[in-house]
């Protein structure tokens, strides 16, 4: 790819991040869900699954880094694995963090998230092995982001003032509806990977991929972090 196709391909992307509203991009709660929440109380296990797998769906960061992790594994069960992982993480902390009303705030979260996807990008251009001289565990860090991605989801549910009464099971369903938001967005990313990976230019654009993929990142990280200073 020469450096005006890479120029072309960075603008589109950028230019597609740009069109999400900050909302999107933080994947916050929309005044619609935060006000039927606080509305509702007891058991109510349908809307908070599809809660979850929406919620997991417009994580437009959440997705980003899957999408970082899952690049260059073609067998599923190393996915399988990997993607375990991020979920053992990421449940973890959300259950942990609604149930003790732990929360962090959420430009802070969000912006480690972000340097998560900067991670990931980095990672998968062997930056580390570089610099380092040697390869971070990956599977260790996908754990470990994994229970920063649960932060923010666990502050991101808070603001939902969730109701005390049916709590836990209302929790529970919320996050089986992120596993499912999960895999859905995982079904679609591996499809269009499979098709990608058949042709001879995955190998020559998997570099510049996993660049813009680390400037969307950087992206994040500015948003989050001039949220949090003028804030």
């Known amino acids: 790819m020469n450096w005006r196709s890479r120029l072309l391909l960075t603008t589109l992307v950028f230019a597609t991040l740009l069109t999400f509203t900050a909302e999107a991009i933080a994947h916050a709660v929309t005044e619609g869900d935060k006000g039927y929440i606080q509305e509702i109380s007891g058991v109510n296990l349908l809307p908070f699954v599809y809660l979850g797998a929406k919620h997991m769906m417009t994580g437009y960061d959440h997705i980003l880094f899957l999408f970082g992790v899952i690049f260059f594994l073609y067998r599923m069960k190393h996915i399988a694995i990997y993607v375990s992982l991020f979920a053992l993480g990421h449940s973890t902390t959300m259950i942990l963090g609604v149930y003790l009303n732990v929360g962090i705030n959420s430009y802070v979260i969000d912006a480690i998230i972000g340097l998560s996807v900067v991670y990931k990008a980095l990672d998968n251009i062997g930056a580390f092995q570089r610099w380092l001289g040697f390869q971070p565990n990956t599977k260790v860090a996908t754990l470990v982001f994994g229970l920063f991605h649960g932060?923010?989801?666990?502050?991101?549910?808070?603001?939902?003032?969730?109701?005390?009464?049916?709590?836990?099971?209302?929790?529970?369903?919320?996050?089986?509806?992120?596993?499912?938001?999960?895999?859905?967005?995982?079904?679609?990313?591996?499809?269009?990977?499979?098709?990608?990976r058949r042709t001879r230019?995955?190998?020559?654009?998997?570099?510049?991929?996993?660049?813009?993929?680390?400037?969307?990142?950087?992206?994040?990280?500015?948003?989050?972090?001039?949220g949090f200073f003028v804030s």
Request: aromatic letters at 12%; charged letters at 10%; proline letters at 3%.
């Open 201 to 226: 230019s995955f190998l020559r654009h998997a570099y510049s991929a996993n660049v813009v993929m680390m400037s969307l990142g950087f992206m994040l990280v500015g948003y989050q972090l001039t």
């Open 151 to 196: 932060c923010g989801l666990a502050t991101k549910i808070l603001e939902y003032e969730i109701s005390p009464d049916g709590l836990v099971p209302n929790l529970l369903a919320f996050n089986v509806g992120v596993e499912l938001g999960q895999l859905m967005a995982l079904a679609v990313i591996l499809i269009v990977m499979g098709y990608w």
